[in-house]
C-alpha cells in the first residue's frame, strides 16, 4: 500500500534537546511538507520541500531544521531554539498532475516537552 | 499573501439533518481546493479536491463547490450521520508551491 509513515506516533522530549521526527512517503511524490497543529487551530507551515536536495522555509521555521537527501525521506528537527515545541507535527506529501496539486498526510507525531 | 477563513468555527446538529460548511480565500489565484476529514489525535484525509476549472465535485453525500471569482468554497454534508463528527478543513494550494489551511470547522452529529 502507498502511503506516509510518520514516526515515532508519540514522542517526549526533555528541555534543551534536539529531538528528530521521521517521515517516509512510497508515493513518488516530489514535494514534501511539514505541519504543526496546536490544539484547537488550523495547521501551520514549518519547512516544504519541491524536490530532493531542496527546501524552504514555511512561515513558523524558527527552531526547526530540515534535510531531503532522499526522495522518500523528509526528517525534522526540533531544535532547543524553538521555545514552545509541544503540538502535534503533520508530514505530507503532494503531486502535481499539470491541473491540480493534491495533498496526502501522515498520521502525526504528538510531541510533548517535559 | 493567501488568508482562508470558515465558518462557523463549531457546528452540532441532530443525526439525519443537512448542513453546509463554508471557506473563503482572498486569492483566487490557485490550482484547486481541498477538503479535508480530520478525525481526534489522527491525520488529515482527504475528501474531495476542486479543481479550479471545476464547479463541484460528489462522494457519496458529500459535494463540495467552488466558486473562485469570489473566493468562496462549500462543503454540503447530506444526511447527517454520527460518524461525521470530526473537524473539516479546506485548503488552498499557493501558486502551486505550498498549500494554506482555514482553522477548520469542528462538526458534532448528535445520535
Known amino acids: 500500500d502507498g502511503g506516509i509513515t510518520q514516526s515515532p506516533k508519540y514522542l517526549f522530549r526533555k528541555e534543551g534537546q534536539n529531538v528528530t521526527l521521521s517521515c517516509e512517503q512510497n508515493?513518488?511524490?516530489?514535494?514534501m511538507y511539514w505541519y504543526r497543529q496546536d490544539p484547537g487551530q488550523g495547521l501551520r507551515l514549518i519547512y516544504y520541500?519541491?524536490?530532493?536536495?531542496?527546501?524552504q522555509k514555511g512561515d513558523i521555521a524558527e527552531g526547526y531544521s530540515v534535510s531531503r537527501e532522499k526522495k522518500e525521506s523528509f526528517p525534522l528537527t526540533v531544535t532547543s531554539a524553538q521555545k514552545n515545541p509541544t503540538a502535534f507535527y503533520l508530514c505530507?506529501?503532494?503531486?502535481?498532475?499539470?491541473?491540480?496539486?493534491?495533498?496526502?498526510f501522515g498520521p502525526g507525531t504528538r510531541l510533548t516537552v517535559l | 499573501k493567501q488568508e482562508v477563513t470558515q465558518i462557523p468555527a463549531a457546528l452540532s446538529v441532530p443525526e439525519g439533518e443537512n448542513l453546509v460548511l463554508n471557506c473563503s480565500f482572498t486569492?483566487?489565484?490557485?490550482?484547486?481546493l481541498q477538503w479535508f476529514r480530520q478525525d481526534p489525535g489522527k491525520g488529515l484525509t482527504s475528501l474531495l479536491l476542486?479543481?479550479?476549472?471545476?464547479r463541484e465535485q460528489t462522494s457519496g453525500r458529500l459535494n463540495a463547490s467552488l466558486d473562485k471569482s469570489s473566493g468562496r468554497s462549500t462543503l454540503y454534508i447530506a444526511a447527517s450521520q454520527p460518524g461525521d463528527s470530526a473537524t473539516y478543513l479546506c485548503?488552498?494550494?499557493?501558486?502551486?508551491?505550498?498549500?494554506?489551511f482555514g482553522p477548520g470547522t469542528r462538526l458534532s452529529v448528535l445520535p
Open positions: 485548503a488552498v494550494d499557493n501558486y502551486g508551491q505550498n498549500f494554506v
Open positions: 520541500s519541491q524536490i530532493v536536495n531542496d527546501f
Open positions: 505530507a506529501s503532494s503531486t502535481f498532475t499539470g491541473l491540480a496539486v493534491e495533498q496526502f
Open positions: 486569492d483566487s489565484a490557485i490550482y484547486n
Open positions: 476542486i479543481q479550479s476549472s471545476q
Open positions: 508515493l513518488n511524490h516530489d514535494a
